[in-house]
């Protein structure tokens, strides 16, 4: 401890020796013992408790001592001419047996450390005489010319902590006040168009981020805009960290544009068909950590799901010359709105290590289930494991995930208990199974309702996939990096991915673990997987891109064929 007369003392920002001290633990007194000037550490009880030995350098060698708490009498029990150290001032360098008393120290020599062993009954030592110990500054660590610590510049100025400060007098001092302040604002952007050929709209956004002054409470404000009015959403997010129980909420409206566009049956005419879908939502969340790796969250909340179909009709006048726009609401086909409450518990262990552009090292896992209730009924059980084993530089990457919708109604082909492998940026992608590269005239077998089997094999209402990648990191920096060049940190990796989805109404079909990676045509639902390699790159510290050349297996006319997605690797 540096308690005690001559410690560390805040106000003036002086700071003492470590020196020793013992606690009751019946009554919480503190006895603080120095009998030296100096350094005291490394303090080992006796098997009695009588005596306490410890590393002292107040003559400028660091030897070995024993106290007699009894009667505060010292004795000296090491005279070494380099010192009794470890590897460095404060690391332990002596112990003593908790039952027999035998005691074992660590000396540095002739450019290494060796160890000596004492037994209990050789422990005495040589009485410390204080009338002839100098407790001025020990010399004998200090190369010629010695001098006091206090003298030269910069010993006065460590000597003297009160100048510069201001003068020792009473400071009113208020309550500390948790209200939000502006901390930082988005860079805003607008823009408005009116009349003309595709109507009135207006784009651009804004954000607002306020926390108080310790971080404990964030609040964010964001407001968006991509198109017509219609196209105008805005969310409110607010945490507090103030206790070990981190709680928030988050509310919003949020709106989703899609749509298609197609010749009319006139020849003159292009018909532009807009899908909205309006989520509007309001959750509740929370967050218990148990350790720095392990957590629970808990989740529940409300959410709407609204729809707006609309028509655009562009003809071409031929006399005129003119194309004009006539723009239909589809009221009569727009789907009815969906209601959804759910709760949700996850158990969550983190104690990955991110590289530049992916995890290198660690693992993550979390177990979540959340029932929803409201439109439909079900339970989406979520189970997703991620090992990284590093071989520096190199890191083999392994995940096995599961995401399913029990419960739910599958001949409905619900939106909202559909999950895929065909959609790139997110987490259930399986590389080289894009929607978007899909060739329906080539690649395709249609089903009794008009799709196409191969693409619908994609998607169910639960599905399984899993990844294996290793990852080399070509640019980076010299503590890691094959390459030296910072600026465009890039990752390679070559990736084994596979996949299946299903419905409860439609289970998959395995066949033999031989033929997984065979290039054959099927139309049934069966695992899909793909093989390749990929390149990250860190644009920036902006965001990541992902580039990769995979060959899917399960379709072969397609072949192998480039793809990318913007997202951190997994």
Same mark, same amino acid.
């Given at each position: 401890?540096? $308690?005690?007369?001559?410690?560390?003392?805040?106000?003036?920002?002086?700071?003492?020796?470590?020196?020793?001290?013992?606690?009751?633990?019946?009554?919480?007194?503190?006895?603080?013992?120095?009998?030296?000037?100096?350094?005291?550490?490394?303090?080992?009880?006796?098997?009695?408790?009588?005596?306490?030995?410890?590393?002292?350098?107040?003559?400028?060698?660091?030897?070995?001592?024993?106290?007699?708490?009894?009667?505060?009498?010292?004795?000296?029990?090491?005279?070494?001419?380099? &010192?009794?150290?470890?590897?460095?001032? *404060?690391?332990?360098? *002596?112990?003593?047996?908790?039952?027999?008393?035998?005691?074992?120290?660590?000396?540095?020599?002739?450019?290494?450390?060796?160890?000596?062993?004492?037994?209990?009954? !050789?422990?005495?030592?040589?009485?410390?005489?204080?009338?002839?110990?100098d407790m001025s500054t020990a010399v004998a660590s200090i190369l010629p010319p010695s001098r006091s610590l206090e003298e030269g510049l910069v010993g006065s100025y460590l000597n003297d902590p009160l100048t510069g400060l201001p003068p020792d007098e009473d400071y009113s001092s208020e309550a500390y006040s948790p209200r939000l302040v502006l901390d930082?604002?988005?860079?805003?952007?607008?823009?408005?168009?009116?009349?003309?050929?595709?109507?009135? &709209?207006?784009?651009?956004?804004?954000?607002?981020?306020?926390?108080?002054?310790?971080? =404990?409470? #964030?609040?964010?404000?964001?407001?968006?805009?991509?198109?017509?009015?219609?196209?105008?959403?805005?969310?409110?997010?607010?945490? =507090?960290?103030?206790?070990?129980?981190?709680?928030?909420?988050?509310?919003?409206?949020?709106?989703?544009?899609?749509?298609?566009?197609?010749?009319?049956?006139?020849?003159?005419?292009?018909?532009?068909?807009?899908?909205?879908?309006?989520?509007?939502?309001?959750? /509740? *969340?929370?967050?218990?950590?148990?350790?720095?790796?392990?957590?629970?969250?808990?989740?529940?909340?409300?959410?709407?799901? /609204?729809?707006?179909?609309?028509?655009?009709?562009?003809?071409?006048?031929?006399?005129?010359?003119?194309?004009?726009? #006539? @723009?239909?609401?589809?009221? !009569?086909?727009?789907?009815?709105?969906?209601?959804?409450?759910?709760?949700?518990?996850?158990?969550?262990?983190?104690?990955?290590?991110?590289?530049?552009?992916?995890?290198?090292?660690?693992? $993550?896992? @979390?177990?979540?289930?959340?029932?929803?209730?409201?439109?439909? +009924?079900?339970? $989406?059980?979520?189970?997703?494991?991620?090992?990284?084993?590093?071989?520096?530089?190199?890191?083999?990457?392994?995940?096995?995930?599961?995401?399913?919708?029990?419960?739910?109604?599958?001949?409905?082909?619900?939106?909202?208990?559909?999950?895929?492998? &065909?959609?790139?940026?997110?987490?259930?992608?399986?590389?080289?199974?894009?929607?978007?590269?899909? =060739?329906?005239?080539?690649?395709?077998?249609?089903?009794?309702? /008009?799709?196409?089997?191969?693409?619908?094999?994609?998607?169910?209402?639960? *599905?399984?996939?899993?990844?294996?990648?290793?990852?080399? %990191?070509?640019?980076?920096?010299?503590?890691?990096?094959?390459?030296?060049?910072?600026?465009?940190?890039?990752?390679?990796?070559?990736?084994?991915?596979?996949?299946?989805?299903?419905?409860? !109404?439609?289970? %998959?079909?395995?066949?033999?673990?031989?033929?997984?990676? +065979?290039?054959? %045509?099927?139309?049934?639902?069966?695992?899909?997987?793909?093989?390749?390699?990929?390149? $990250?790159?860190?644009?920036?510290?902006?965001?990541?891109?992902?580039?990769?050349?995979?060959?899917?297996?399960?379709?072969?006319? +397609?072949?192998?064929?480039?793809?990318?997605?913007?997202?951190?690797?997994?």
């Open positions: 401890t540096d $308690r005690g007369e001559s410690g560390t003392n805040f106000r003036t920002l002086e700071y003492g020796e470590p020196r020793l001290a013992t606690i009751d633990t019946e009554t919480l007194d503190i006895s603080v013992y120095r009998p030296f000037n100096g350094l005291h550490h490394n303090p080992q009880f006796s098997p009695d408790g009588r005596q306490l030995y410890f590393i002292s350098d107040h003559d400028g060698f660091k030897d070995v001592y024993r106290l007699e708490l009894a009667t505060d009498t010292v004795y000296k029990l090491t005279n070494q001419k380099t &010192g009794v150290s470890g590897i460095t001032a *404060m690391s332990p360098a *002596m112990s003593v047996a908790g039952q027999n008393g035998r005691m074992m120290y660590s000396v540095f020599s002739d450019s290494k450390y060796t160890v000596y062993a004492r037994e209990s009954d !050789d422990l005495e030592g040589t009485l410390v005489d204080f009338s002839e110990v930082h604002v988005a860079p805003p952007s607008i823009g408005v168009q009116a009349g003309g050929l595709y109507g009135a &709209g207006v784009s651009g956004g804004v954000g607002f981020y306020f926390s108080d002054m310790l971080g =404990n409470q #964030n609040l964010t404000l964001i407001a968006q805009a991509n198109g017509t009015f219609k196209d105008v959403g805005a969310q409110a997010a607010y945490l =507090n960290r103030k206790n070990r129980l981190n709680w928030g909420a988050v509310g919003g409206h949020v709106p989703v544009l899609f749509g298609s566009s197609y010749y009319g049956n006139d020849g003159q005419s292009i018909l532009t068909l807009r899908q909205r879908i309006y989520i509007d939502q309001l959750e /509740g *969340m929370a967050s218990y950590p148990f350790t720095t790796t392990r957590r629970l969250e808990a989740t529940a909340g409300f959410t709407r799901y /609204g729809f707006d179909y609309e028509l655009d009709t562009f003809r071409f006048d031929p006399n005129s010359g003119f194309v004009t726009r #006539n @723009r239909e609401q589809l009221d !009569d086909i727009e789907p009815g709105a969906e209601y959804f409450g759910m709760v949700g518990l996850a158990y969550v262990r983190d104690y990955s290590n991110f590289g530049f552009t992916s995890p290198i090292r660690g693992g $993550r896992s @979390r177990i979540e289930v959340k029932p929803f209730m409201g439109s439909e +009924k079900f339970v $989406r059980v979520q189970v997703d494991y991620r090992k990284y084993i590093q071989f520096r530089p190199f890191t083999l990457a392994v995940r096995g995930l599961h995401i399913g919708n029990y419960g739910a109604d599958d001949s409905r082909n619900s939106l909202f208990t559909r999950e895929y492998l &065909g959609y790139s940026n997110s987490m259930t992608f399986v590389r080289g199974y894009s929607f978007t590269s899909f =060739n329906n005239i080539e690649e395709c077998t249609p089903t009794a309702s /008009g799709t196409c089997a191969e693409q619908d094999r994609l998607l169910g209402s639960r *599905m399984a996939s899993t990844s294996i990648e290793l990852r080399v %990191p070509l640019f980076g920096t010299d503590a890691y990096g094959l390459i030296n060049f910072p600026y465009l940190p890039t990752e390679i990796s070559f990736f084994v991915d596979g996949g299946v989805a299903w419905r409860g !109404d439609s289970a %998959p079909v395995f066949p033999k673990v031989s033929e997984w990676f +065979k290039s054959s %045509p099927s139309s049934e639902r069966i695992p899909v997987f793909a093989t390749g390699v990929s390149g $990250r790159f860190n644009l920036f510290g902006y965001t990541v891109l992902e580039i990769f050349y995979a060959k899917p297996y399960q379709r072969p006319a +397609k072949g192998a064929h480039f793809g990318f997605q913007i997202i951190p690797g997994w």
